[in-house]
């Protein structure tokens, strides 16, 4: 079965410095992920995806992703947090069989960015 | 943006109502979806759609039902709101692919006295 895994509920940074959202997965076939975010008050949105290719994956607000196949990871990357950053992250992947397509959301990870 | 509107964003209302909340997307998505979502907690799909006319459970049950008319419309009715009800529900829609995201709405916030 597909599964994803947040280990950390929390991740603390200063503002200024490079912050990992960390995601591990399980699935068959091949590995389709997704990283979304959700700010308080707010629906979840669209960071950036993997489908094949490039292990280095870039998406939205400076935020880049890496597949790594051997650790089954996809840990969420970013070069220099701001305070705007803080909020919700969900790392996904997509169901097989019958309900195929239906997204698997991990528990989430609260990013703190603090000045 | 996504083009995916919820109405209302935050209800209080008594115990024994009927609510429906509202759904619309204008991106032409087979696919839709209603989540469940405590305030800063994890995700339960509880209903989805794949086009018109078409209706399936998620994976968390839920005494709601849902209806799907019209592809761009997907409301979510509780008969009888009680306080177990109460938490942010979430809809959102998607191609019928396992590679396109999904677009989310900014939820309803449901309070039940």
């Known amino acids: 079965a597909q599964s994803v895994a947040q280990p950390e509920d929390q991740v603390n940074v200063a503002e200024g410095n490079p912050l990992t959202v960390k995601c591990t997965y399980s699935v068959s076939g091949n590995p389709y992920l997704f990283w979304y975010v959700q700010y308080p008050n707010r629906g979840l949105q669209f960071l950036l995806k993997?489908?094949?290719?490039?292990?280095l994956v870039k998406g939205s607000y400076g935020f880049e992703a890496e597949f790594n196949k051997s650790q089954t990871s996809f840990h969420l990357k970013k070069p220099s947090a701001l305070v705007s950053d803080s909020a919700l992250y969900f790392c996904?992947?997509?169901?097989?069989?019958?309900?195929?397509?239906?997204?698997?959301f991990g528990k989430g990870t609260k990013l703190s960015v603090k000045p | 943006e996504a083009d995916i509107y919820q109405t209302p964003r935050y209800l209080v209302i008594g115990t024994g109502k009927k609510i429906t909340l509202e759904c619309s997307q204008t991106?032409?998505?087979?696919?839709m979806y209603w989540y469940q979502q405590d305030p800063g907690m994890e995700l339960h799909l509880i209903h989805y759609?794949?086009?018109?006319?078409?209706?399936e459970k998620g994976d968390l049950s839920s005494e709601s039902t849902v209806s799907r008319i019209r592809t761009e419309h997907f409301p979510l009715t509780l008969e009888s709101a009680r306080p177990s009800h109460t938490s942010q529900y979430l809809c959102?829609?998607?191609?019928?692919?396992?590679?396109?995201?999904?677009?989310f709405g900014d939820g309803t916030r449901l309070s039940i006295l």
């Open positions: 996904a992947v997509p169901t097989r069989g019958g309900s195929q397509g239906n997204l698997i």
């Open positions: 993997y489908i094949t290719g490039d292990n």
């Open positions: 759609s794949y086009g018109v006319n078409s209706t």
């Open positions: 991106m032409g998505h087979d696919k």
């Open positions: 959102a829609s998607s191609e019928y692919s396992v590679v396109q995201p999904q677009h």
